[in-house]
């Protein structure tokens, strides 16, 4: 416990935290190690990594052949530029391999960090885009209330989490929000003869209409909400919003850091609905987390766009870390695992199995909404089934399922689930035990 103390004390008066502040840095849990979905702090406390991290450590801690992947190309060659005129093979091997996998149209890759990067290069490319089209007023770009597209600026503006907002204002301009298919509490109306999906997607030509086409670029949307509470579309939802996207000139953006590379019980989040994106934003799942990467892909028209540029109008975008060879070849390394593992097949089985067994919690009267799709699902609490007015009981649940050993995270009076998709049959059943557990001890 010495340790532990002179370690917190260090934290407290070094370390910046994201999202920072001080009241939650008083006693963070210290992370030593991990082994599959398991993790220890140096207390020694045992939990299960319910949120996969932050979404992305699809493989689970402590995979050797990631670090040996890491390993082998740090000793040969660990760091290169990836700008024009100079290449390297882990980046070329990886590009290679990401062509035509999330979607046949989408055969070209630039690489990032992390997904805010990756946002912010899509928004970027499809201003480039509508300039080289000889339509340089499209520029405004909508998302969806709820929406997580990152925090850095352009990003920030476009995730639509208002408590992001107010200390970093004024936010970029030509970013609006719509409102969401959120199935539980949708704000807009259903008009006769609409579900709700359509009558979401509606919103979207709305806006566009009322915006001018002319001036707006693109629409980004994550296949399912995450970080905004585990929002899942009704399945008519994507296809309207992609007839409606090409009906009036609007790319449409795929942010599918959280949903990629397995995650919902496919390898991409539209896969579900047979629609294919113009720009794909990827990032977490690429590597299960192991090294920071990210990246967009492209269409073929907007590589197009890009490669018969005049040299005085090219595409002027870069980062120092993009293709970073160690970070591409664990990349290699981590899809040839999934791939070999069928990580989408395992993400269904167990949310299939972790969704029926949070159902099954459906009865208790706090809970008002249980939804999820692969492994992503979340229990939405209320204090009243009929005014499904909030029950501010979700860090309280949150708090005692870490308490019994279960990491997961509390967005409002939601708690979201998203663990690696290594977990098996018996670890998805601790999980439904102690989360039965909390709720009970939280109590009415």
């Known amino acids: 416990m010495l340790e532990q103390t002179a370690l917190l ?115 970027k490319t499809a201003r480039y885009y509508w300039k080289r089209k000889g339509k340089p007023d499209k520029v405004k770009v909508i998302s969806r209330k709820l929406g997580y597209h990152g925090v850095t600026l352009a990003a920030m503006s476009a995730t639509g989490i208002q408590s992001y907002w107010p200390m970093f204002e004024p936010r970029v301009p030509n970013f609006l929000h719509i409102p969401p298919p959120y199935s539980f509490r949708f704000e807009g109306e259903i008009k006769s003869g609409e579900t709700l999906g359509l009558a979401a997607a509606r919103l979207l030509e709305e806006a566009i209409i009322r915006e001018g086409p002319e001036t707006v670029a693109a629409f980004i949307a994550e296949p399912v909400q995450g970080a905004g509470g585990v929002i899942v579309p009704p399945d008519d939802y994507f296809p309207r919003v992609r007839e409606i996207c090409d009906r009036y000139g609007v790319l449409l953006i795929a942010d599918e850091v959280i949903t990629g590379f397995g995650r919902t019980g496919e390898w991409f989040g539209l896969n579900r609905y047979g629609v294919q994106p113009d720009i794909m934003a990827f990032a977490k799942g690429v590597t299960s987390g192991y090294v920071p990467l990210g990246g967009i892909q492209i269409s073929d028209d907007v590589r197009e766009t890009i490669m018969t540029a005049d040299l005085e109008n090219r595409w002027m975008h870069a980062y120092t870390y993009s293709g970073h060879p160690t970070c591409c070849a664990v990349a290699v390394k981590n899809i040839e695992i999934l791939e070999r593992e069928n990580a989408p097949a395992r993400a269904a089985a167990r949310g299939e199995q972790l969704l029926t067994g949070l159902k099954a919690l459906a009865d208790h009267p706090k809970v008002g909404d249980v939804r999820g799709l692969g492994l992503m699902a979340a229990l939405e609490f209320v204090a009243d089934k009929e005014t499904k007015k909030p029950a501010n009981m979700g860090a309280k649940v949150q708090a005692a399922c870490i308490e019994r050993g279960l990491l997961v995270r509390a967005i409002g009076d939601t708690l979201a689930f998203s663990p690696p998709l290594i977990i098996s049959q018996d670890e998805v059943n601790q999980m439904l035990d102690i989360v039965r557990d909390a709720i009970e001890a939280v109590g009415d």
């Open 9 to 123: 004390e260090r934290d407290r008066s070094h370390l910046l935290h994201p999202l920072h502040h001080p009241s939650a840095t008083e006693t963070p849990m210290v992370m030593e190690s991990g082994e599959g979905v398991w993790l220890k702090t140096v207390d020694g406390r045992k939990m299960i990594d319910g949120l996969a991290g932050l979404w992305n450590v699809q493989l689970g801690h402590g995979n050797r052949e990631l670090a040996e992947a890491a390993r082998a190309q740090m000793s040969t060659l660990a760091y290169a530029s990836n700008y024009a005129g100079s290449s390297n093979l882990p980046a070329i091997t990886l590009a290679d391999k990401l062509a035509g996998f999330a979607y046949p149209s989408l055969n070209a890759t630039f690489f990032t960090s992390g997904g805010a990067e990756s946002n912010e290069s899509a928004f």
